[in-house]
């Protein structure tokens, strides 16, 4: 039985697109004008050396660090991503949109973030782990909720010879409020 056939009949929530993907080199002086040509409103996170970074786009308003800081980046909503990495001065990665149509499935995920709502103002949630020491303000419209995460598609491929399946890729769709704890 070929990978798929098997998810397909143990329960395996498939969905099903087509996706658009292509690599990407740019300097970080072109971050901003890839963003403004593809994503019309977006989330972003940026790692760098001290921090983790969250921010938004709508589209013309960057409301992010500077971007020469970072090592490395995914802007997304529902629909595309566009994940880089720091090369040197250069940055490098794909772009990938899902599209109307069937040939490539998916498997949505999702993993909590550590922290837990203790303040929210303007599509900014504040979440806190006092044990761990940690602290992260992360772009979300729904403050109603005590724990928020992170819903990933995972895109899956089949090898023609050995019918084994796995995931190809990744990206990041949304922050999503989780449940409201005990």
Known sequence: MRGLDLAKRIGLQLGECQTFSEAIECSSQDVEKILR???S???FVA???QSVVWGKFDGELLDMPNVADWLECRVFNEYEELHLKRDGK?????YIRDEIGSGKFYVDSFARLWGENISAANGWI????AQRKLSMNIPCDDDTKKFYGLKTRNYIDSDADTGLSGYVDYRFVAIESAWDGD
């Open 37 to 39: 040509a593809r994503f």
């Open 41 to 43: 409103s977006a989330i």
């Open 47 to 49: 790692w760098q050396v």
């Open 90 to 94: 250069i940055f490098s990665g794909r």
């Open 126 to 129: 504040n979440l806190v782990d």
